[in-house]
């Protein structure tokens, strides 16, 4: 069975920086993505089997890379420069294939979620 946990969220100010960890039970291609209450999940970023792919939502372009360590199975979500607008719980999911996909309907497996919130 699969198995992904999240980790890294927290408390920051604007303007600060947060790393979230992903960490799977096997290689996957992985997606971030996040939730606000009320809403739907949003695409965040996501990157590829190999990690040769990356993909990133316009409102976190340029504050927020994407990356792997396939030694450990492990997926990073680097945040910088942090806005109150990020505040959400974060979720990473794993889908079979070896692409990266910004649609949540593509993915098979979900964390639990790790809850970023963000203070003016």
């Known amino acids: 069975q699969v198995q992904l946990v999240e980790s890294g969220g927290g408390l920051v100010q604007t303007g600060g920086s947060l790393r979230l960890s992903c960490a ?10 996040r939730q606000t209450p009320g809403k739907d999940r949003d695409f965040v970023a996501a990157i590829s089997w190999s990690g040769g ?18 030694a450990k199975n ?8 942090l806005k109150p607008e990020d505040t ?26 790790t809850q970023v919130t963000v203070s003016s």
């Open 74 to 81: 492990t997926v990073y979500l680097q945040m910088n420069s």
């Open 88 to 113: 959400a719980v974060y979720y990473c999911a794993a889908r079979y294939g070896t692409g990266w996909y910004p649609f949540d309907r593509g993915y098979d497996y979900w964390g639990q979620g």
């Open 24 to 33: 799977a039970s096997e290689r996957y291609a992985i997606g971030w993505f």
């Open 53 to 70: 792919g990356t993909n990133y939502a316009d409102s976190v372009k340029g504050r927020f890379t994407i990356s792997r360590d396939n």
